[in-house]
């Protein structure tokens, strides 16, 4: 049974980083992706970004040049490195998993496996 596990999530001032982890266990598949995504109220939970274990780095546009995807497979992690935070950030952001290697933005429903959420506040 894979399971997944976030935190880092905090409150900070406009400008500011923090840095999210996902700790993922349980999780035998060879090939696979793994994703943050976020959801602010009222909105549709949306992509942030993803990676591929065999490489593959996908970013959203929004969040480009700002946040950095990454993961430690000795530790069996996924980081979001966020920098450069808004209020437009603000979001409960979740960190998922599926099977398998993508190479272009991928949808919730593309994922088998998530997490619990960490939230982010983004004050100005």
């Known amino acids: 049974q894979v399971q997944l596990v976030e935190s880092g999530g905090g409150s900070v001032q406009s400008g500011g980083s923090l840095r999210l982890h996902c700790v993922v266990s349980?999780?035998?598949?060879?090939?696979?992706?793994m994703g943050w995504f976020r959801q602010a109220p009222g909105k549709e939970r949306e992509e942030v970004a993803h990676?591929?274990?065999?490489?593959?780095?996908i970013v959203a546009d929004s969040v480009k040049g700002r946040f950095t995807v990454s993961q430690d497979n000795a530790r069996n992690t996924l980081y979001l490195q966020m920098n450069d935070l808004k209020p437009e950030d603000t979001a409960m952001y979740y960190c998922?998993?599926?099977?398998?290697?993508?190479?272009?933005?991928?949808?919730?429903?593309?994922?088998?496996?998530w997490g619990q959420g960490t939230q982010v506040t983004v004050s100005s």
């Open positions: 998922a998993l599926r099977s398998g290697c993508y190479y272009g933005p991928l949808r919730p429903t593309d994922f088998q496996y």
């Open positions: 349980g999780n035998t598949y060879t090939s696979y992706s």
């Open positions: 990676i591929c274990n065999l490489g593959t780095r």
